[in-house]
């Protein structure tokens, strides 16, 4: 890695389930496959509905990537996202089919 290589001090975050305005809908994650079939007018892509997501908005991930940034330690790479509320693929549906 470049960053042992050159001794460069370095992190790495981790971003999931960050989300912000206007995804593409050809991004292939959840919420903007589930746009473009509610745009087209036709049924939503969902498989069970079991598997569960937490969703955090991008503007709020900026703290956790300034945060993560600014920590002394160089432990690792570092998760971004938000722990709760974790919500099923069926029940995201349905609130945005309402």
């Not at 975050?13 to 593409?24: C, I």
């Not at 974790?86 to 029940?91: D, P, R, T, W």
């Amino acid at each position: 890695m470049f960053a042992q290589e050159y001794g460069i001090p370095s992190k790495m975050a981790r971003p999931f389930n960050n989300y912000g305005r206007g995804p593409e809908n050809t991004d292939k994650r959840v919420i903007p496959d589930f746009e473009r079939d509610i745009f087209a007018g036709g049924d939503l892509a969902l498989s069970d509905g079991k598997p569960t997501r937490t969703s955090a908005n991008f503007a709020d991930s900026i703290t956790g990537y300034t945060t993560g940034a600014r920590q002394r330690s160089d432990r690792g790479p570092y998760n971004v996202g938000i722990e709760r509320p974790e919500i099923s693929m069926a029940e995201l549906a349905q609130k945005l089919m309402i």
